[in-house]
């Protein structure tokens, strides 16, 4: 079956950084647009970041563009994500998702709803 492994998350200062990686197994990794979302306790889950299936194209929240980082090796079936210039307000669980379309990207990849396969997501805290 499709499952999507995140890890990375943990403990971080302010200011510091983070590496998030994704692992993907039971799909043809290389076929599929991916994104990052988080959820902070009370809070909706909010998009972050998205590739294309390509890699050619990135999408990025407002709140973490400059800052954050989405990759992805198609041959390791890996997508990640750099966080630099953690923020007390980054603390969320961080999820990775996969699109439910092959060989889309486009602007629906930054709704929730485009995407088909879901992580079981990563804690990531930032103090000040």
């Known amino acids: 079956q499709v499952q999507l492994v995140e890890s990375g998350g943990g403990l971080v200062q302010a200011g510091g950084s983070l590496r998030l990686s994704c692992a993907a197994s039971?799909?043809?990794?290389?076929?599929?647009?991916m994104g990052w979302f988080r959820q902070a306790p009370g809070k909706e889950r909010e998009f972050v970041a998205a590739?294309?299936?390509?890699?050619?194209?990135?999408y990025y929240a407002d709140s973490v563009k400059g800052r954050f980082t989405i990759s992805r090796a198609n041959a390791k079936n890996t997508v990640y994500l750099q966080m630099k210039s953690l923020k007390p307000e980054d603390a969320a669980v961080y999820y990775c998702?996969?699109?439910?379309?092959?060989?889309?990207?486009?602007?629906?990849?930054?709704?929730?709803?485009?995407?088909?396969?879901w992580g079981q997501g990563t804690h990531v805290t930032v103090s000040s």
């Open positions: 039971g799909l043809t990794f290389s076929r599929y647009s």
């Open positions: 590739i294309s299936w390509s890699g050619s194209n990135t």
């Open positions: 998702a996969a699109d439910s379309t092959v060989y889309y990207s486009g602007g629906n990849l930054y709704s929730r709803h485009e995407y088909g396969v």
